[in-house]
């Protein structure tokens, strides 16, 4: 029996009405290389009768389940447990020597793990602070909280979730773990609510960024997508497409500045006629980052934070 979960794809009508250009030829490739529970590859599949598609994910219950969910496609999907930063390995693995027509990124948390208490992902339910989305990692959040020193948790803090109390909080874990350990989120969220100055009480949950923060360092999240957007860029077929949707600004830092680089000329200033290898390598789709709707926020309120940015590639880059 398929399990349940709350879970709307953000922005699904519009990736794939950026992607859909790109997946009409005879037997097209997609790379969904963060597959989650499968919402966008289902509308994709369903629209696309000729298209493939490689799964990727990294939380081996993220592919049952979405094995389950896309058996009546099970001849046109394939699947792959691995990170994204992984997904050049998996293509040579499964698709030999071909260049995926589109890439789909749905970066950060999934409805799975939200949606299950036990992963010790939310602050808002008591459970252990885990936070692995492969669960057989070995580093967790109270790894990360026993074992990083004042400075190394205050740097984590501040670069993954913008925290600016993050030499307070990271000053606060560390007298608490010297009386018990933090294993739970329940006690980090006390400590962290009696670290929290009296007039920032009511600017939002103290645990918030914090647990971002938490959750991007134990699963290397913007390493992995330092290393996966490139490899993306360099596989993509000359007319391809990606699209990228990321929920918070590290992630979208990266995504803009890779872009921006391969969307311009690298033609030397004053020279009096571009040549063919400094040529733009991709053309941006959208103006900037698209953001959700207020409608869409309503009707599915984790999507109030995405930023969506996509191109195309123009020309494949010369050696």
Not at 69 to 87: I, T
Request: aromatic content about 6%; hydrophobic content about 40%; overall charge neutral.
């Amino acid at each position: 029996m398929i399990a349940t979960y709350h879970h709307i794809p953000v922005l699904r009508e519009r990736a794939r009405e950026l992607l859909a250009p790109a997946l009409g030829g005879a037997s097209p490739l997609l790379v969904d290389a963060t597959l989650g529970l499968s919402g966008h590859t289902e509308s994709f599949l369903e629209a696309l009768p000729r298209l493939r598609v490689l799964g990727i994910d990294r939380d081996q219950e993220a592919l049952e389940y979405s094995r389950t969910r896309l058996a009546p496609y099970a001849s046109r999907v394939s699947f792959a447990k691995a990170r994204y930063d992984e997904l050049g390995r998996v293509l040579d693995e499964l698709f030999p020597g071909q260049e995926p027509d589109a890439f789909l990124f749905d970066l950060g948390v999934s409805s799975l793990h939200l949606d299950k208490p036990e992963r010790g992902f939310s602050y808002s339910v008591d459970a252990p602070l885990d936070m692995r989305m492969d669960t057989s990692d070995e580093l967790s959040a109270a790894d990360v909280l026993a074992q990083y020193d004042k400075r190394q948790l205050a740097d984590i803090f501040r670069r993954y979730g913008d925290e600016k109390l993050a030499a307070r909080y990271a000053a606060a874990i560390i007298d608490a773990r010297a009386i018990e350990p933090l294993l739970r989120t329940s006690q980090l969220v006390d400590v962290l609510q009696r670290a929290t100055p009296y007039a920032l009480k009511d600017k939002g949950h103290p645990a918030k960024r914090v647990f971002q923060a938490l959750r991007i360092e134990v699963n290397r999240e913007l390493d992995s997508w330092a290393t996966a957007l490139p490899q993306a860029l360099d596989r993509l077929a000359v007319g391809g497409r990606i699209v990228v949707m990321s929920y918070q600004s590290g992630e979208d830092r990266l995504t803009k500045q890779e872009l921006h680089r391969r969307c311009h000329t690298t033609a030397p200033l004053g020279l009096p006629r571009e040549l063919p290898e400094h040529r733009a390598q991709f053309t941006e789709l959208v103006r900037g980052a698209e953001m959700a709707t207020p409608e869409e926020v309503i009707t599915n309120p984790r999507s109030a934070s995405v930023r969506l940015r996509a191109a195309e590639k123009l020309r494949k880059v010369t050696q």
